[in-house]
């Protein structure tokens, strides 16, 4: 851990350095003056209701159904199957 001291710019900016370029970081002012700023990653509000139940749980459902059922290239039969239906029932 190493303490750094900055110019805060005339435009109200501070740089961070490039290793935080591009990532989101929390600022936390706890007092006049005094800010604690955390990298990470941080749910907007308007998804917060995604990680609460029962919300959570049937996304997690629907997840674990996504890995057990991997997709399946069947493109060219389901336009073929849909042909046969509409060949077999022109013929009825």
């Known amino acids: 851990m190493h303490a750094h001291v900055k110019i805060v710019g005339n435009n ?6 490039k290793e935080l370029a ?4 929390l600022i936390d002012q706890v007092d006049e003056g005094t800010w604690i700023i955390k990298s990470g990653e941080f749910i ?3 998804e917060k209701w ?3 139940a029962p919300h959570s ?3 997690d459902h629907a997840l ?3 890995k057990n059922n991997p997709p399946v290239d069947n493109f060219d039969q389901l336009i073929q199957d849909k042909e ?5 029932n022109r013929h009825e």
Do not use: R, T, Y
């Open 12 to 17: 109200g900016q501070l740089s961070l350095g």
């Open 22 to 25: 591009g990532k989101m970081v």
């Open 44 to 46: 907007p509000d308007s």
């Open 50 to 52: 995604l990680h609460q």
């Open 57 to 59: 749980q049937k996304l």
């Open 64 to 66: 674990q159904w996504a």
């Open 84 to 88: 046969d239906g509409a060949n077999k």
